[in-house]
């Protein structure tokens, strides 16, 4: 929904490169939110794998494990604990089917679609 940047801690914007998770986040019907997490890319055999991140292919397959919720909407959620803000992250994300899957106990969230 509207202009869409995914953004590394440096400011690069890494948009056209991490194609699954823009794909992902695309459907989300906020028209500000702010997510906190990690790209991944996996191995064949489902290990998360760094060089496969550093090419191409494994930028455009790549997942994101989204651990927390910075804003949304218009409300900047930094005042709320982080669990209570990892709690709305994965109510946002179950309600729009973007969770395939649950790692380290509720609070990781996988997003995109990682084809290994």
Partial sequence: MGLQHRRAR???DWSAEFVAITEALRVLPF???????EAVSHC??????????????????ACL???DLIWLEAQDLRGIELIG???M????????????????????????????
Avoid: C, W
């Fill in 10 to 12: 440096n400011g690069r």
């Fill in 44 to 61: 064949l055999d489902g290990l998360p794998d760094f060089h496969k991140l550093m090419s191409r292919d494994g930028q455009a397959t």
């Fill in 65 to 67: 494990y989204a651990f």
């Fill in 31 to 37: 028209r500000r939110i702010m997510l906190d997490g």
């Fill in 89 to 116: 992250l994965q109510k946002a994300l179950v309600r729009e089917r973007l969770v395939y899957e649950a790692g380290a106990g509720e609070y990781e969230t996988r997003v995109g679609s990682d084809r290994g």
């Fill in 85 to 87: 803000r990892r709690r």
